[in-house]
C-alpha cells in the first residue's frame, strides 16, 4: 500500500508500508505545512484508510502525527474527518499494535487520537491538548504557554500520556522498533520470540541481595527485574508517571514478557489512583495483544487519604484488579517481600486467576503489617505487650508457609533459583489458550 494526498494547502499525509527494524507496518505521517497547519478532511480520510488498511492487512500501525488542531475553513467536514479516524482506531484497538509519536504540537479534537494507542512516544519538540493556552487564559484568567500546558514534561510526569519521551524522530522511531520487538503483528500470532544467549538455568542469588536488611527499607525493583531478565534487559514504559508502579517489557528464556512491579523508592510501593490506571491499561494492553504478564510484588497496601478516596480510589482501584480478572495470557506472579490486604488481592493474586503463584522465603502475605495489626486487635495492651505481640505476629502470620499450607501459593522459591523457576513456566505456559464466553463486550469501570 502506497497513499499520498496534499489537501488544499493543508498538511501534507501520507500512508506506506515499510520495513521498520525488521518488521513491516503501516505508517502513516501527517506533517503541517505554513499555510494551513490544521488537519483537512483529505487529511483525515488518508488516516483514516492508512488505519483500515493496517487492521486488514494484519500489521502494526505507527502513526507520526503533528496538526494544529482541524482546518477551520471546511467546518465540520474536518472535525468529521479525525471521528473517522478515531473509530478506527477502537476497530483496530487489540487485534494490531497500535503505535504513535508526536513529533510536534498536536492540539484540539485530534490530540485524542492519541489516548486510543498502545503506545505513545513523544519528541522534545512536541506538544498536545485538546484546550489551548489563549483559551485557558480567557477562561481561567491564568496565563500558560504551550509547553507548560501539554509538553513533554507534563505528559510524561502529570498525565501518563506519554510512554516515552526522547529526543528526536529518529530515536522516536527506534523506540517504537524496541517496543514492537516484543509484540506479534496482530492478535492471532503470539508474542515474538526474543532470541538469547543467556542460558534459562543462570542462578539469580543477587536479586535477593538488592533487599534491604530493613523491611521498611527501600530498593531499586527495576534492578531485580534486570537481574531476571535476559541480558539483564529491561524496556520501562511511562517511567515517570506514577513511579511507585513500574511497568514495561522484558524477556525470560527468550519469552517476551509485560512486566509489572510496585517500586518501594516512590510511595513505599503502596498504590494510588494514578498507579492503578498505569497498572491496569498496562495489563490490558498485554492481554489484548498475547504478551505473558509477570508481577513483581512489594506493596504494603493502597495508600490512604481523604483525597484518594474522594477522587475515587474505589473504581480507579477496580480497574487494576478487573484488568488481572480478565486476562487469559500467561500470568505469574512473584512475592518478593510485602503484600498486604486489598493491593495483594489485585496485584494479580492466585484467586484473581494467574497461573503460578511464586514467593520467596521474605514474603510477607498477611491482611496487614503486624503495628496495625496489633493495634487492632490489643488496643488496651502496654507498649511492652504490644512489642511482644507484634514479633509473635511477624513469626507466626508474616511468612509465605501459611499463604502455602492455604493454597495462596503455588511455591516458595529462592532468589536464586528464580529465574530458572520463572523460564520453566514460561515454556510450559506458552501453549495456554482459554476460550472466551460470547458477548458483546465487558463493562470496565472507569
Not at 318 to 332: C, E, G, K, N
Request: charged share 20%.
Amino acid at each position: 500500500m502506497s497513499l499520498q494526498l496534499r489537501s488544499r494547502s493543508g498538511p501534507l499525509t501520507t500512508a506506506v508500508t515499510r520495513d521498520l527494524d525488521g518488521r513491516a507496518v503501516v505508517m502513516v505521517t501527517v506533517t503541517p505545512t505554513e499555510a494551513l497547519p490544521g488537519l483537512t478532511t483529505a487529511d483525515a480520510v488518508t488516516l483514516a484508510e492508512a488505519i483500515r488498511a493496517a487492521r486488514d492487512q494484519r500489521l502494526p500501525l505507527v502513526a507520526v502525527l503533528s496538526m494544529n488542531g482541524v482546518a477551520i475553513d471546511e467546518g465540520l467536514d474536518a472535525s468529521d474527518g479525525w471521528a473517522r479516524a478515531a473509530r478506527e482506531l477502537v476497530a483496530a484497538s487489540g487485534i494490531i499494535p497500535l503505535l504513535m509519536v508526536v513529533h510536534g504540537p498536536l492540539t484540539s479534537g485530534p490530540a485524542l487520537l492519541l489516548a486510543l494507542a498502545d503506545v505513545v512516544v513523544f519528541t522534545a519538540d512536541a506538544c498536545a491538548f485538546v484546550t489551548g493556552p489563549r483559551v485557558v487564559e480567557a477562561y481561567t484568567g491564568e496565563p500558560i504557554t504551550s509547553t507548560a500546558l501539554g509538553g513533554i514534561t507534563a505528559h510524561h510526569r502529570s498525565t501518563g500520556l506519554a510512554s516515552m519521551v526522547v529526543d528526536d524522530l529518529d530515536a522516536a522511531l527506534d523506540a517504537v522498533g524496541a517496543v514492537l520487538a516484543h509484540l506479534p503483528d496482530h492478535v492471532d500470532r503470539p508474542a515474538p520470540r526474543i532470541p538469547t544467549d543467556d542460558p534459562t538455568d543462570r542462578l539469580t542469588p543477587e536479586a535477593g541481595d538488592l533487599l534491604p536488611a530493613s523491611p521498611t527499607g527501600s530498593y531499586d525493583v527495576r534492578k531485580v527485574v534486570e537481574v531476571l531478565a535476559d541480558d539483564g534487559h529491561f524496556l520501562e514504559l511511562r517511567e515517570a508517571w506514577a513511579p511507585n508502579l513500574v511497568t514495561g517489557f522484558a524477556s525470560v528464556g527468550g519469552h517476551s514478557v509485560g512486566v509489572v512491579a510496585n517500586q518501594t523508592q516512590a510511595l513505599a510501593g503502596a498504590i494510588d489512583i494514578p498507579a492503578a490506571q498505569k497498572g491496569a491499561r498496562f495489563v490490558a494492553m498485554c492481554d489484548a495483544l498475547n504478551v505473558p504478564l509477570l508481577t513483581l510484588v512489594d506493596t504494603s497496601g493502597f495508600l490512604p487519604g481523604k483525597d484518594l478516596e474522594w477522587r475515587g480510589m474505589i473504581r480507579h482501584g477496580a480497574q487494576l484488579a478487573f484488568a488481572y480478572a480478565r486476562a487469559t495470557v500467561p500470568r505469574i506472579c512473584l512475592i518478593l517481600r510485602k503484600s498486604y490486604g486489598g493491593a495483594y488481592i489485585v496485584m494479580d493474586s492466585r484467586y484473581m486467576g494467574n497461573d503460578l503463584m511464586l514467593a520467596w522465603p521474605s514474603a510477607e502475605v498477611a491482611v496487614m503489617g503486624a503495628k496495625g495489626a496489633v493495634e487492632i486487635l490489643h488496643r488496651k495492651a502496654s507498649p511492652e505487650e504490644r512489642a511482644e505481640l507484634e514479633k509473635a505476629y511477624e513469626a507466626e502470620l508474616l511468612t509465605p508457609w501459611v499463604a502455602a499450607e492455604r493454597a495462596s501459593i503455588s511455591s516458595v522459591v529462592t532468589p536464586a533459583d528464580t529465574r530458572r523457576e520463572l523460564a520453566a513456566a514460561l515454556d510450559l505456559l506458552a501453549t495456554k489458550r482459554e476460550r472466551l464466553r460470547p458477548r458483546r463486550h465487558d463493562n470496565t469501570p472507569l
